[in-house]
C-alpha cells in the first residue's frame, strides 16, 4: 500500500479521530457525557443554519493494537500521541472500545475515556456504535485496526445509527478489515481513510481535527 495515507472519499470531507483515557473514570464519563446531551438539545436555528455536528469520538482499544509500526512503537502509543494533539484543541467526547473491567469486578466493552486505555479485548465495534447512538451523537469518527466482533452486527448498528460515520483504518494494508471499514462508511455516508501509524500520526491527526465538531 502507498505509505501516503491513501484517503477515499465517500463524502467531500476528509475524515479524522481522537482518543482519550480517564484516571477518575466517573468523574470524566459524567463530564463528557453531559457535554454530549447538551449539545443534543441544542437544535435551534443558529445551530441549524451552522450544521452542528455532535461528534464522537471512537477508539479501538484492542488486544491487537499492541501490534508494533515501522517506527518500531505500538499502534496504541501513537494513538495516545493523537488523541493527546487532538485534546489540546477541543475536548470532544471519546469513548474507546475493547474489554474494561468495571469497579464491581464485572466487564463492559465501551467506555468514555480521557486518555487511550491500555489494551484488552475484541473489537466490539457495533456495542461502540450503539452507544454513540444512546448518547445523542449524530457523527461518529471511528479508529480502528482490524475486523469487528460481528461485522452484520456492526453493520446493523450503523443502520440503526442513521448519521455519518467517519472511519479510520489503521490495521494490516488490505486485509479484510479494511474492505470492511471502506464499506461501513460508505454505507453511512461517511468519508474511509487508511493510515500508517508510523509514519502518518500526523497526518491523521490534521485530518480528524477537521472532521470533529466543536465538543462544545
Known amino acids: 500500500m502507498n505509505p501516503n495515507t491513501n484517503t477515499k472519499t465517500t463524502t467531500t470531507t476528509d475524515l479524522d479521530l481522537n482518543l482519550t483515557t480517564t484516571t477518575d473514570i466517573a468523574v470524566v464519563e459524567k463530564t463528557a457525557l453531559d457535554r454530549l446531551k447538551k449539545s443534543a438539545a441544542k437544535d435551534d436555528l443558529d445551530d441549524f443554519l451552522r450544521g452542528a455536528?455532535?461528534?464522537?469520538?471512537?477508539?479501538?482499544?484492542?488486544?491487537?493494537?499492541?501490534?508494533?509500526?515501522?517506527?518500531?512503537?505500538?499502534?496504541?502509543?501513537h494513538l495516545r500521541e493523537i488523541v493527546r494533539e487532538l485534546r489540546a484543541e477541543r475536548n470532544v467526547p471519546t469513548a474507546a472500545f475493547g474489554r474494561f473491567m468495571n469497579e464491581d469486578g464485572g466487564y463492559c466493552t465501551v467506555r468514555v475515556v480521557d486518555t487511550v486505555p491500555a489494551p484488552c479485548g475484541m473489537t466490539p465495534l457495533a456495542d461502540a456504535i450503539d452507544f454513540g447512538r444512546r448518547e445523542g451523537a449524530n457523527h461518529l469518527v471511528v479508529i480502528f485496526d482490524g475486523e469487528p466482533d460481528s461485522e452484520?452486527?456492526?453493520?446493523?448498528s450503523a443502520k440503526a445509527f442513521g448519521n455519518p460515520i467517519d472511519v479510520f483504518y489503521v490495521g494490516d494494508p488490505g486485509g479484510s478489515g479494511e474492505f470492511f471499514a471502506q464499506t461501513l462508511a460508505t454505507m453511512t455516508g461517511g468519508t474511509f481513510g487508511t493510515a500508517d501509524l508510523g509514519r502518518q500520526?500526523?497526518?491523521?491527526?490534521?485530518?480528524?481535527?477537521?472532521?470533529?465538531?466543536?465538543?462544545?
Open 152 to 156: 452484520t452486527a456492526a453493520l446493523a
Open 53 to 77: 455536528r455532535r461528534s464522537l469520538l471512537l477508539i479501538d482499544t484492542s488486544s491487537s493494537m499492541t501490534t508494533a509500526t515501522r517506527s518500531g512503537r505500538s499502534r496504541i502509543d
Open 201 to 216: 500520526a500526523k497526518q491523521l491527526t490534521s485530518k480528524i481535527a477537521g472532521l470533529l465538531g466543536d465538543g462544545q
